[in-house]
């Protein structure tokens, strides 16, 4: 396997000016501001959780807490 330099030689590479800089027109333009970056969306979904995955979840929370009290209470009985 031979080594191959990924820099290129700035004296071989094509549009490259005697210093090593890019002549104008050869660089893409610049981009343009964020708000024109995408499609506009118009569905987003709600953010932060629901009523009931939230009850849900405090419900077994609160249920696996219970469990391990009554466990450290039959513990030291």
Known sequence: M???NPDPEPERSTGLEPGGGVPPGETPPA???LPEAGP???HNPTKGWAKGPMAAILVLVALIAAFFLVYAIVLII
């Open 2 to 4: 031979s080594y191959v």
């Open 31 to 33: 981009e343009s501001s």
């Open 40 to 42: 506009r969306e118009t």
